[in-house]
């Protein structure tokens, strides 16, 4: 059984910085994708960024590239976000995934078969 979990949100102002962690336990082989999504009220989940496991070879959403880096522990197990230069806009509930995901479909959150418990993220202007 694949399990995630979360930690790491919290409330920043604009500017700021947040990480957040996503331990994930449970598969058996390396060959599988980890994606960070979120979801802000009223609005549809989007990807924010993801990554592949065995190669760590990361893509980014336009709305975050530049500001956010996924990284994956392969020895921890644990999938990183890292978030900088914070905008109000950014603010929402965020969820870490996890699943064997062709590339082109990694920022697509109904291709991830696993996902964590979320995490809120608050930015003030």
């Known amino acids: 059984q694949v399990q995630l979990t979360e930690s790491g949100g919290g409330s920043v102002q604009a500017g700021g910085s947040l990480r957040l962690s996503c331990g994930v336990s449970?598969?058996?082989?390396?060959?599988?994708?980890m994606g960070w999504f979120r979801q802000a009220p009223g609005k549809e989940r989007e990807g924010v960024a993801a990554?592949?496991?065995?190669?760590?070879?990361?893509f980014y959403a336009n709305s975050v590239a530049g500001r956010f880096t996924i990284a994956h522990d392969k020895s921890k197990n644990t999938c990183y976000l890292q978030m900088n230069s914070l905008k109000p806009e950014d603010t929402a509930m965020y969820y870490c995934?996890?699943?064997?995901?062709?590339?082109?479909?990694?920022?697509?959150?109904?291709?991830?078969?696993?996902w964590g418990q979320g995490t809120q993220v608050t930015v003030s202007s």
């Open positions: 449970g598969y058996t082989s390396g060959d599988y994708c």
């Open positions: 990554i592949r496991a065995a190669s760590n070879s990361p």
């Open positions: 995934a996890a699943g064997r995901v062709e590339w082109w479909q990694l920022l697509v959150p109904s291709k991830f078969g696993y």
